[in-house]
């Protein structure tokens, strides 16, 4: 596929051939602004390539109502969107009929559960902006988690958990079934995931992040960096 912002701009990706599979955790690294949101964008549906076509599971994206969106993928951004309601109906946003114990699966998955308990349990009332950032963050993974979507794509959406909860999230999201795809805020992130796809600008490199080390200059400059910042 194809996508440029303006007829006579650059293209943000050009021809990029992308193959996701069921069950596979990918992540995507790349300089700030190369076009890792407008990735996620893409296979999520709410962006359009100038030209080529997005699949989810076999069918195309193009086209298709919220609610058939909704049942194929979800997309995660930075910014965490909780409501003012119950506990158990932010986390079942996505699945209201999901059952108590799914919930709570869900939650002990994520790590949630003291967060859940300092609330009040899923009863209680939640008030966004009583909620830390990274707590908001917490919230919507677990919703994800609860999601019956086959693919999550997480735009930077563990960026304001700690270290250990951002990797306890990722592996929990990674063990659910389908495919979850990861724009990498530290590059442990990244390295916990099966491929990595790199974006530099002219084009895409996906690979482990062995072969990226060894294929290419850009990745092992990315490395250092994070490295060279603590993450």
């Not at 890792?36 to 999520?44: D, I, N, P």
């Not at 962006?47 to 919220?66: C, D, Q």
């Not at 700690?162 to 724009?183: F, I, K, Q, T, W």
Request: contains cysteine; glycine residues 10%; proline residues 5%.
């Amino acid at each position: 596929m194809t996508v440029a912002y303006g007829a006579a701009a650059e293209p943000v990706f050009d021809a990029l051939d992308l193959r996701i599979e069921d069950g596979e955790h990918l992540a995507v690294v790349g300089p700030s602004g190369i076009g890792k949101s407008t990735l996620t964008r893409l296979v999520a549906g709410t962006l359009a390539p100038g030209s080529g076509e997005v699949e989810v599971a076999g069918r195309a994206i193009a086209g298709r109502s919220p609610a058939e969106l909704a049942s194929l993928r979800v997309l995660l951004p930075q910014q965490a969107y909780v409501f003012t309601g119950t506990v158990r109906d932010n986390l079942g946003y996505l699945r209201p009929d999901a059952r108590r114990t799914d919930i709570e699966a869900a939650v002990r998955e994520l790590g949630a559960g003291p967060l859940v308990e300092r609330l009040g349990g899923l009863d209680a009332p939640v008030r966004p902006g009583e909620l830390s950032l990274g707590e908001r963050q917490l919230m919507v993974l677990a919703r994800a988690h609860l999601s019956t979507a086959r693919l999550l794509l997480l735009d930077e959406a563990t960026c304001h958990l700690d270290a250990a909860s951002e990797a306890r999230a990722e592996e929990a999201l990674a063990r659910r079934p389908g495919a979850l795809v990861v724009v990498a805020h530290r590059m442990s992130s990244a390295m916990r995931a099966d491929r990595i796809l790199l974006l530099d600008g002219a084009g895409a490199v996906c690979g482990t992040h062995r072969e990226l080390l060894a294929r290419s200059p850009l990745y092992r400059d990315l490395v250092g960096h994070w490295s060279g910042t603590g993450k």
